[in-house]
């Protein structure tokens, strides 16, 4: 093995935290975007919606996104501070 | 009508028969007593002291000279095999046990009841057992029973002794003994009739021993009439196996075959039984002419024979009982796709035990709407869902347990056993899977279980007038039916590749079970205050509504983890995401707000 490699290597290996850490931040932001589509299209539905019962359940499905959102970001911003 | 002309015409009659009411009554009593105690400590006691055959014939013995009652230890015995406690060879043991501990009843009336004026005794205890039995505790309360119940045992004994003291002198029962095998088969079924009659051979044994201490009766006649109160003794096990189940019955059945085969080697061996009882109370020092304690050792005697000769032949027993009586053939259901094949590769193991609990939910869905009433075809057609509930009705004869048994126990077993042989050699991924599809399992057996909770109210409240109490019950078999309904659609919509729906769509429907809670809880303690229904009633339902509430929860459980096609990566990020209850209670009260604004 060259020594450049070899470099390469332990830089590799002293990096394993931070590239796991960018890892699953990728993962959650993953989640969040395709959290983010769901959103929009709910809130779409919503706007469209005439019916109070079925308002009441699309509103409340927002919420639900919304916190599952600010609970992603949350985790985001946690990992990224550590 | 018998009975009264007798009272009537014989007061020494009246006596002794007034003798056996005080002597069974204390036995109730000594029963009332310890039944104070169960619930608790003495079903742990029993299940340690059983495990073993040896431990269980200990425990039989011990517990029966304590309670001076072979027909509680056995009526207890069959209660706890009919709830699975016990198995039948230890059940057996105890039945063994309790046999000869009985005899200790004939030691204290023929050795201390009869030379002691042991009214003296008996009249302490009832004070001080009266005394604890107006306590407010209830461990003192029993112990007062116990002592009402010894303290009458040993008046009835007196009352016994005096009647057939006065007896005596007018009427010699000696007279009417029949020499020879026939005279035996009539003592012995005097001896049975009596025992089946009064239902307690440590009665007959009072009344045998002092009937022959003022030689009323002959020796001999007084050894049949103890081998048939032996016999007729099983009475109270056999009566109290009407009411359950077939394992009950057949240790109500060994119990029978075992005091008749004792009974009959005492019958055939009774010249040679007479000698050793001659022999061993000169060695312990009995009087030659002392009969009521040689009667007592008699009965020690041919029952430490029967135990010694059956021993051996216990697992023959059951065998051979279980072949008379068979049960309910049960068909259980065996696994279909965990198979060494599917052990071969980790992927294909995680396939199979995903196919396999989602067959084993497919039953605990069936037998769940069965239980509320539904039929599972219409639940999941168009038909409307209210129109349904109107149509349905709670069935009173499913029989969630034999269900359970037939169609979850087994293959829950396998799926358990197939993930503990291959979960811990595979990388993580799969095991995570395995993880997680074990814990859907559970989810589906607790599901299953708070059914069965749910039943026992949902068919006493099944003919209730009160209105209220009916809407409440139908609104838990409504929302039960509904989730599954929607969870339905959700598998459903996964299969045809909807990409829509994953772990975090759950919360929605964990939203939703929370929010229905939370309103059937405030609805019940309205109809509660406003003196709709009872406040017994609205117990029972808020108990029910908790069951309804951990039934979706796990409903949910399982379908998140059986529904949801998961790349693991991924979803391990979405379970980072999934709120927790905190969280759901605060989008309910957002969602709460977000209406007052509206």
């Given at each position: 093995m060259g020594k450049k490699k070899l470099l390469e290597k332990l830089q590799e290996f002293l990096d394993a935290d931070q590239q796991e850490k960018i890892k699953h931040i990728q993962q959650i932001k993953k989640v969040l975007k395709k959290l983010k589509q769901k959103e929009r299209r709910v809130q779409q539905k919503l706007e469209l919606c005439v019916d109070t019962d079925k308002r009441v359940e699309l509103q409340q499905e927002l919420d639900i996104i919304y916190a599952q959102r600010m609970k992603g970001v949350n985790i985001v911003k946690q990992i990224q501070s550590l | 009508m018998i009975l009264a002309y007798s009272l009537w015409l014989s007061p020494d009659f009246t006596q002794i028969a007034a003798g056996v009411a005080i002597f069974l009554f204390g036995v109730l009593s000594l029963k009332r007593g310890f039944h104070g105690f169960t619930g608790g400590t003495l079903e742990k006691i029993l299940r340690r002291c059983t495990d073993k055959l040896w431990k269980s014939l200990s425990f039989g013995l011990v517990s029966t000279t304590l309670m001076q009652s072979s027909s509680l230890v056995s009526v207890l015995a069959i209660s706890f095999l009919s709830v699975g406690l016990l198995d039948l060879a230890s059940g057996i043991g105890i039945i063994f046990g309790a046999n000869l501990g009985t005899t200790a009843s004939a030691w204290l009336i023929a050795g201390f009841g009869l030379k002691v004026k042991i009214a003296n005794y008996a009249m302490p205890m009832l004070v001080f057992g009266v005394l604890l039995v107006f306590q407010k505790s209830k461990t003192f309360k029993a112990i007062g029973a116990i002592l009402v119940g010894m303290g009458f045992l040993f008046l009835g004994i007196h009352y016994m002794k005096e009647g057939f003291s006065v007896f005596r002198d007018t009427q010699n029962l000696a007279e009417y003994a029949m020499p020879g095998i026939k005279g035996l088969l009539l003592f012995i079924l005097i001896g049975v009739t009596t025992t089946v009659i009064i239902q307690s051979s440590d009665a007959t044994m009072a009344i045998i021993i002092t009937a022959l201490s003022v030689q009323q009766i002959t020796y001999e006649n007084s050894l049949a009439l103890a081998i048939g109160a032996n016999i007729g003794t099983t009475i109270t096990a056999i009566l109290s196996a009407i009411g359950v189940n077939i394992e009950g019955k057949r240790l109500a059945a060994a119990h029978l075959i075992f005091n008749v085969i004792t009974a009959c080697v005492a019958l055939l061996m009774m010249q040679q039984f007479i000698i050793a009882v001659d022999y061993l109370a000169r060695v312990v020092h009995i009087?030659?002419?002392d009969y009521t304690l040689k009667l007592a050792m008699f009965h020690t005697l041919f029952n430490v024979t029967g135990i010694l000769l059956l021993l051996p032949f216990v697992n023959k027993l059951v065998q051979f009982i279980k072949f008379i009586l068979k049960g309910e053939r049960v068909s259980v259901d065996k696994p279909e796709f965990l198979n060494a094949a599917a052990m071969a590769f980790p992927d294909t193991v995680v396939l199979a035990v995903h196919q396999e609990t989602l067959r084993l939910y497919r039953h605990a869905r069936y037998i769940i709407l069965k239980t509320l009433g539904f039929s599972v075809t219409r639940v999941f057609s168009e038909q409307d869902l209210q129109q349904l509930l109107l149509q349905s009705k709670v069935p009173d004869i499913y029989n969630i347990e034999a269900a359970y048994d037939r169609n979850i126990k087994g293959i829950y077993s396998a799926i358990i056993a197939f993930i503990s042989l291959?979960?811990?050699?595979?990388?993580?991924q799969q095991s995570g899977r395995l993880y997680w599809l074990r814990e859907a399992s559970r989810h589906i057996v607790e599901a299953v279980k708070d059914t069965k909770h749910l039943q026992k109210n949902l068919l006493l409240m099944n003919g209730t007038s009160n209105m209220f109490v009916k809407q409440e019950y139908d609104k838990i078999r409504y929302q039960i039916a509904e989730l599954f309904r929607e969870l339905e659609s959700i598998r459903i919509q996964v299969e045809q590749?909807?990409?829509?729906?994953?772990?975090?769509?759950?919360d929605l429907f964990k939203v939703r079970i929370k929010e229905q809670d939370q309103l059937m809880n405030s609805r019940i303690d309205g109809l509660i205050r406003e003196h709709k229904i009872t406040p017994e009633a609205g117990t029972s339902l808020i108990n029910d509504s908790a069951y309804m509430y951990e039934i979706k929860k796990h409903l949910v459980a399982i379908a998140e983890t059986l529904f949801v096609k998961q790349e693991e990566i991924i979803s391990q990020a979405q379970r980072e995401l999934v709120l927790d209850d905190n969280e759901l209670v605060k989008v309910i009260e957002t969602s709460g707000n977000d209406l007052k604004g509206a």
């Open positions: - | 009087a030659a002419d291959a979960g811990f050699t595979w990388e993580i590749g909807s990409s829509d729906i994953n772990l975090l769509s759950f």
